[in-house]
């Protein structure tokens, strides 16, 4: 850790790039390759992001490993070797410490420096960057590496701050872990983080109360230790395995059938045959078993009947699946991937709350108060979420041009041109933004296609010697339109999610990512052929 607490003189760079995950490692990489001075700044005091933060037990990525790390280098991809299906937290952890070192990427980071303002001064056309540790740097461009599940969500529930144990985030989970032997806990949501980590909670506690509000679906992940067999198949040709897959939804492995076609057009027995094959391949690609699952209300009725079915197939007491069974339409909020989440309702020590019929009143010292009942905890694990996309840049106190705040600016919802840029903020990026595929593609080719889209509109910058790049509003009221068409399309905005904003009291309801990776990468790629249309280009 560099400089806590002593403010500094000011440090002079080309590039700040916020954060040191897989967005803020590869842009670091990349301009340092352009021959640009870079100042990279994390709050964490390793690299990470994401998969430094989020610690807790079943922590593990719903994106398969093959699929789930870097291409731009090949000798990277080829020494690397994960060891499950689905790699968990602490070996994608390691592999972003092994790309830190391998690429000498510490080097650009200053560790333990959460970024509080950035201000752009237009007399210089450069951008004041401060930190909360007292370093103060000026730069020309600033990319906001700063991840789109980083801001935890920290529920108001009256009396948290009474309560005698302790209380965890799983995104702020203490890297010593948690020993939970013995303890009473109760764990508050039911999303991704809750299903793969209330399994585990629940080999250890005494007692495990889970505070249910919305019921979520799940597909098994079936993880397994990578078969080495299918790892040297895949790597015989990887660059090209990932070409074929970096454009589809969920990173989703391209040779896997059956897929496509509408599932009203199936009969009930084929539909049942095909959601099964799904359901034993396991994960995420269930949602890709027929084309019109995420566009017609009707074809998604089919899942998730399916998904109902088999809830109460598993659990085995009716009332308690009849609670666990999820009433809106499946994938509208994130789908989830677990490893014996619904089992887990079968055993005697673990309790549900559902809170649609027994809501919390209030967190007291020994445990939490509901309308119905007193439950008495040690621990409370709060599986709340995060404020998804926009909370970790808005946290910033970010002012563009005549010093206008970007929190005014989005108040009533983010505005980019392409999820990158967003007008009267110039040189300022934002990686897998708002507005971009990001979160509904795998996320780490996204990433890629963004820092080097940031990489390739830096180097054109400087090669016709101009130093200003802005998004012009009207390009940007364009595609904020587009976005937003585009989503009502589909089934997405017909629930109360993160990607909407709706699980964040007082967050403007709005669609944030945007839908189709690959039509998003020839869109980038058109407005970078057309000399960055819809941006203003300056010296
Ligand atoms: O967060 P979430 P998450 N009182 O927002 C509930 C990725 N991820 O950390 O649905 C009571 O999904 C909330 O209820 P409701 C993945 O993209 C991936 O689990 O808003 N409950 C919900 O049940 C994922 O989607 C992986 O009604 C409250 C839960 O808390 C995203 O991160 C693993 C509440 C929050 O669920 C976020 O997942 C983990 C309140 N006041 C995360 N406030 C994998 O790769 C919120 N809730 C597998």
């Known amino acids: 850790m560099a400089g806590a607490g002593m403010a500094t003189a000011e440090e002079r760079v080309d590039a700040v790039v916020v954060g040191a995950g897989f967005a803020g490692l590869y842009a670091a990489h ?14 964490g005091l390793g690299v990470g992001g994401t998969w430094y933060w ?14 789930y790390s870097y291409q731009f ?6 020494e690397w070797k994960w060891s499950e299906r689905y790699a968990a937290q602490p070996e994608i952890l390691a592999y972003l410490e092994h790309v830190a070192d391998r690429f000498d990427l510490r080097r650009h980071f200053r560790f333990g420096h959460r970024v509080g303002a950035a201000r752009y001064d237009e007399s210089t056309a450069t951008w004041a960057v401060s930190t909360d540790a007292g370093a103060r740097v000026r730069a020309r461009f600033v990319l906001l590496a700063t991840g789109c599940l980083s801001k935890p969500n920290i529920p108001k529930i009256p009396g948290l701050d009474s309560f ?18 013995g303890l009473r806990v109760g764990v508050i949501g039911t999303g991704s983080s809750a299903v793969q980590a209330i399994p585990l909670l629940a080999e250890h506690a005494r007692r495990l109360v889970v505070f249910q509000r919305t019921p979520t679906y799940s597909v098994p992940a079936r993880n397994r ?28 492995f391209a040779d896997q059938e059956p897929r496509g076609g509408s599932a009203l057009e199936a009969s009930p027995e084929e539909r049942r045959a095909r959601y099964d094959t799904w359901w034993e391949k396991g994960g995420l690609p269930f949602l890709a078993a027929y084309d019109d699952l995420l566009v017609s209300p009707e074809a998604n009725r089919t899942a998730a009947d399916y998904i109902r079915e088999r809830i109460r197939e598993i659990v085995r ?32 020590h673990v309790a549900l709350v559902d809170l649609r019929r027994n809501p919390i009143l209030g967190i007291e010292a ?28 808005l946290a910033i106190d970010l002012r563009g041009r005549e010093g206008r705040p970007l929190r005014e600016k989005w108040a009533s919802g983010p505005r980019t041109y392409l999820g ?66 585009v989503a009502g399309f589909t089934v997405f905005p017909t629930c109360n999610s993160w990607y909407l904003g709706a699980n964040v009291p007082g967050k403007p309801r709005v669609f944030m990512p945007y839908i189709g990776f690959g039509t998003y990468v020839d869109r980038c790629d058109e407005v970078a052929e057309k000399g960055y249309e819809g941006f203003d280009l300056r010296r």
Not at 227 to 244: H, T
Request: glycine letters at 10%.
């Open 366 to 393: 020994g445990g939490v108060r509901t309308r119905a009942e007193r439950f008495d905890l040690d621990l409370l694990v709060l599986a709340t979420g995060f404020d998804a996309m926009t909370g970790a840049a």
């Open 164 to 181: 005698r144990g302790a209380v965890h985030h799983t995104g702020l989970w203490p890297a010593e872990g948690v020993d939970v032997r």
């Open 30 to 43: 990349r301009l340092s390759e352009l021959g640009l001075a870079v100042r990279g700044f994390e709050a």
């Open 73 to 78: 280098s090949d000798e990277l991809a080829r």
């Open 54 to 67: 989020n610690r807790y037990p079943g922590a593990r990525c719903d994106i398969e490993s093959l699929e």
């Open 317 to 348: 007491d009716p009332a308690l699946a009849e609670s666990l069974l999820p009433e809106q339409m499946v994938g509208c909020k994130r789908l989830c991937i677990d490893s014996g989440y619904y089992e887990t309702w079968n055993r005697e």
């Open 420 to 485: 990158l840029c967003t007008a009267g903020f110039p040189n300022l990026f934002f990686i897998t933004g708002p507005g971009s595929p990001s979160v509904l593609a795998n996320m780490v080719p996204a990433i890629e296609q963004h820092v080097n889209w940031i990489a390739d509109c830096l180097a054109h910058l400087g090669a016709r010697g101009l130093g200003c790049i802005e998004a012009r509003p009207e390009a940007e009221e364009a595609w904020v339109e587009h976005v937003n068409q």
């Open 225 to 252: 230790p990578l078969d080495p067999e299918e790892e040297r198949r895949v790597k015989a040709d990887y660059r090209g395995f990932r070409l074929r897959n970096w454009r589809m939804p969920f990173g989703a």
